[in-house]
């Protein structure tokens, strides 16, 4: 599976880029979505991706970079060659999260609540982008014995140039991002219904709660589906990107528990 979706003469259009930009486009969908239930103009979404959006790609690629600069320190200008790939989840989220922050506090607007709408395109995207790290390759699971038996359990094979150093011998492979898309878009309908029922005043939470709910379960899915990385190591309990899931899920529960008031459902 190569990188080039399709070409159009000298131009080519590459297969991570068309996938960002769906995942973006889905995410103002639903977003637009959540704007009407909460009765919210849909001008500061446009104005908080305007904002979020490159913050959110410039931390990204530095996250990466900072942590695989062996790939770089050679050639520095692969840096610039976002259509390889190579960027940081962690870095995505607190570049946007930094953005919108900056936004609200520049026009008075509470970050909670706007966090709380913008919840579900979040988790919309994540697994749009995750589902398109599986069919690119991009992110190998452990790998499965040769001669795999027809037992109809989810296997991925890997092509053999994007097979990792030292497994080439191996064909298939958990596929681990495919586990990771398949969660998320539960998350996404999870936090959808939570949402809607938040903006229609059936539970009464705090702002925020939604937003916080989300994150925990996504810091959830990635501690759990770590343990079948290619680069978990034998003999150690966690690796760093667990480690960051689990500080991440418990810093949600910290406050969740402390923004949340008393559930009050109201029936009608």
Same mark, same amino acid.
């Given at each position: 599976?190569?990188?080039?979706?399709?070409?159009?003469?000298?131009?080519?259009?590459?297969?991570?880029?068309?996938?960002?930009?769906?995942?973006?486009?889905?995410?103002?969908?639903?977003?637009?979505?959540?704007?009407?239930?909460?009765?919210?103009?849909?001008? !500061?979404?446009?104005?908080?991706?305007? #904002?979020?959006?490159?913050?959110?790609?410039?931390?990204?690629?530095?996250?990466?970079?900072?942590?695989? #600069?062996?790939?770089?320190?050679?050639?520095?200008?692969?840096?610039?060659?976002?259509?390889?790939? %190579?960027?940081?989840?962690?870095?995505?989220?607190?570049?946007?999260?930094?953005?919108?922050?900056?936004?609200?506090?520049?026009?008075?607007?509470?970050? #909670?609540? #706007?966090?709380?709408?913008?919840?579900?395109?979040?988790?919309?995207?994540?697994?749009?982008?995750?589902?398109?790290?599986?069919?690119?390759?991009?992110?190998? %699971?452990?790998?499965?014995? !040769?001669?795999?038996?027809?037992?109809?359990?989810?296997?991925?094979?890997?092509?053999?140039?994007?097979?990792?150093?030292?497994?080439?011998?191996?064909?298939?492979?958990? !596929?681990?991002?495919?586990?990771?898309?398949?969660?998320?878009?539960?998350?996404?309908?999870?936090?959808?219904?939570?949402?809607?029922?938040?903006?229609?005043?059936?539970?009464?939470?705090?702002?925020?709660?939604?937003?916080?709910?989300?994150?925990?379960?996504?810091?959830?899915?990635?501690?759990?589906?770590?343990?079948?990385?290619?680069?978990?190591?034998?003999?150690?309990?966690?690796?760093?990107?667990?480690?960051?899931?689990?500080?991440?899920?418990?810093?949600?529960?910290?406050?969740?528990?402390?923004?949340?008031?008393?559930?009050?459902?109201?029936?009608?």
């Amino acid at each position: 599976m190569g990188l080039i979706a399709f070409s159009v003469g000298d131009i080519s259009l590459y297969l991570y880029g068309i996938l960002l930009v769906i995942a973006i486009f889905m995410g103002l969908l639903v977003t637009w979505v959540y704007v009407r239930l909460y009765g919210e103009s849909f001008a !500061p979404v446009v104005d908080m991706m305007l #904002w979020g959006l490159p913050v959110g790609l410039l931390l990204s690629r530095m996250g990466y970079v900072l942590t695989h #600069w062996t790939l770089y320190v050679r050639n520095p200008y692969d840096i610039l060659c976002l259509w390889y790939g %190579g960027l940081s989840l962690y870095g995505a989220a607190m570049g946007f999260l930094l953005g919108i922050w900056v936004y609200c506090r520049k026009h008075d607007l509470s970050l #909670w609540y #706007w966090l709380d709408i913008l919840m579900p395109a979040i988790v919309c995207g994540l697994a749009i982008h995750q589902l398109g790290i599986f069919f690119m390759q991009m992110t190998v %699971g452990l790998p499965l014995p !040769p001669g795999l038996p027809n037992d109809h359990s989810l296997a991925e094979y890997i092509e053999y140039s994007y097979r990792p150093s030292g497994f080439e011998n191996y064909e298939y492979f958990k !596929p681990i991002a495919l586990y990771q898309a398949g969660c998320q878009f539960l998350i996404f309908m999870f936090v959808c219904i939570t949402a809607y029922r938040q903006s229609q005043n059936l539970f009464f939470w705090r702002d925020g709660c939604v937003f916080l709910l989300g994150v925990f379960l996504l810091a959830l899915v990635r501690f759990v589906c770590g343990f079948f990385y290619l680069s978990t190591i034998p003999m150690i309990a966690f690796h760093t990107g667990q480690i960051l899931s689990a500080m991440l899920a418990l810093v949600c529960v910290g406050f969740f528990v402390r923004r949340r008031r008393r559930t009050y459902f109201h029936w009608k």
